[in-house]
């Protein structure tokens, strides 16, 4: 692991305001962990301060329990990893039952990314989460594959998108996000199809689908072939589409997502439009990895003379 | 559980890619048990990205650990090339281990290739107990170069049954052939009347060859599994493995040593999910 970077703390060190808001929601610091991650909370419960973090988004929660896909269902590549694992979650009754109260003592925002595999499925599953007393708010998966529509993913039609996404706010009452899909041509378009309909928020990005083959079988590497693409990888197309949703002037708050491993990548992020940041693959790798995050933030707004972390936000210079 | 930086003390070559790390920092693995793993990681940056995952070969007071490797792709490389001093990132102990060595029952640790560790450490626990009798080690690998720390083994006082498949050291063969003639001889020698018990770490067709011959012979039997995972905590849920009561059990939390009856072997489902909804 890396030595954490302590310079410039201590009492004498000059105070930085760490708290953003967030699509409706108010959070102690910019750092959040990434839905798939970071299990169900309890799972990191003496690794790291979980009061410390801004926020965790759980596992992605559908309305009843899923078993996942078969094996092998993870496979490393370059500066990355693939995961095909296929939704595996404990479905919203045993979510409620057995996962939630955990989380309600981690003094942290929860954020319960969720999902469907139909349009119906999405709605049932938003307005049960969404009536939750310690859930602070709801981040839509997307990227599944819409089994009516011969199995395209929701996120990659804004038509269709803006439609799901109008039918969910309907129900949900709590901030109500969205995890946009790479796997796209125009994430602005899918961006302002989220704008339009009501989301409060927009996680960018989920994971690039992608392949490994295993030369010496001819086999691909995970069962299901194609997988998502996570780790410090994807980080380029990650700032590319936070910055392209900024500049095009979508009028929702940006969680950015992609490869984050320390604290000079969260504010890159914040710099391209993230007003908040998910730690997701280097939690596998390090489990205080949001913790650290967190710390080398402070250290770099000390180190520029930072005072408020939201000065961060949007503050590329380009010219 | 604890993540912490242990540093290399020793990493001593055995040949053929074998290596042992000797580890010093590792207080919080003091009491971890055979069969139990750690996961693994030198400052690599970012790649390769995931830590990797190691059962322990032994520990020892004042906060020593010993983990075997083989290198067979770039992570294990890199960490064969570690020097002592070198910073390594470590976490455990993870998992389930082993059962205990009980007196009445005899114990077949069955070896194959770099999955001898876990195995390696039962011996040692048993020696320590006083049941170093109660129990032998088949040991097996495809030839004399891939069977290391023999006489380490031998010193532990548990009685030593050497196979390779070309016959380069010890009986010419598979270890599950040496497995089955160690059965025999006990159940000769006592009128069926000791109580055998296989545990087992290796590769994989090899793991369930001595799962199906403890099924036809009504042994018990524990083995140890090895997947791809990512972060060894049961977050990932990479390392799924299909199960008999629930589609899938993790070899993170739950292995990696199961009970043999309770872990399926895919290749051999005559109907891929039958009985088995995650497998359709």
Known sequence: ?319 | MRYFDARVIENRSLGAGYYVLRLGGCESLERSEPGQFVMVRGDWERDPLLPRAFSLLGVAPGGRADVLAKTVGRGTALLERTIPGARLSVLGPLGKGFPSPARGVTDLLVAGGVGMPPLFMQADRASRAGLAAQCEMLYGGRSSRDIVLVAEMRSLGVPLFLATEDGSLGRRGRVTATLEARIDEHRRAAGGATRLRILACGPKAMLWAVGRIARERSIECHLSLEEQMACGIGVCLGCAVPARSRPFRYVCKEGPVFDASEVLDVAQLVTPGAGNPALK
């Open chain 1, 1 to 319: 692991m890396t030595p954490l970077d302590l310079s410039l703390t201590g009492p004498d060190a000059p105070p930085v305001n760490l708290a953003v808001d967030c699509g409706g929601i108010g959070f102690r610091n910019p750092v959040l962990t990434a839905s798939g991650t970071f299990g169900y909370g309890r799972e990191f419960e003496g690794l790291l301060d979980l009061h410390a973090l801004g926020g965790l988004v759980t596992k992605g929660i559908s309305p009843e329990p899923r078993f996942g896909n078969p094996t092998p269902r993870i496979a490393e590549t370059a500066s990355g990893m693939l995961n095909s694992i296929g939704l595996e979650n404990v479905g919203v009754e045993d979510f409620e039952r057995g996962k939630l109260p955990f989380l309600r003592t981690c003094g942290s925002k929860v954020i319960v990314n969720f999902f469907g595999r139909t349009f119906d499925e999405y709605v049932e599953c938003g307005e049960r989460l969404g009536r939750l007393d310690g859930v602070d708010g709801l981040e839509m998966n997307v990227s599944c594959p819409n089994i009516k529509a011969g199995g395209i993913e929701f996120g990659t039609d804004p038509r269709v998108l803006g439609e799901l996404v109008k039918a969910c706010r309907a129900v949900v009452r709590k901030a109500l996000w969205v995890k946009l899909t790479p796997n796209t041509s125009d994430i602005v378009s899918l961006a302002r199809a989220c704008a339009e309909n009501g989301a409060d928020a927009l996680a960018i990005i989920n994971t690039i689908t992608g392949m490994a083959i295993d030369a010496h079988t001819r086999r691909p590497k995970i069962a299901t072939v194609f997988g998502g693409l996570s780790g410090p990888a994807i980080k380029p197309i990650a700032l590319r589409m936070v910055y392209q949703v900024r500049r095009a002037g979508i009028p929702l708050p940006i969680s950015g997502i992609g490869g984050i491993q320390n604290g000079t990548d969260a504010v890159e992020f914040m710099l391209a439009g993230a007003t908040t940041v998910q730690v997701g693959t280097q939690s596998f790798i390090d489990p205080a990895a949001a913790e650290r995050v967190l710390a080398e933030i402070v250290s770099y707004c000390r180190r520029h003379g930072v005072s408020d972390v939201r000065e961060l936000v949007g503050g590329l210079r380009t010219s």
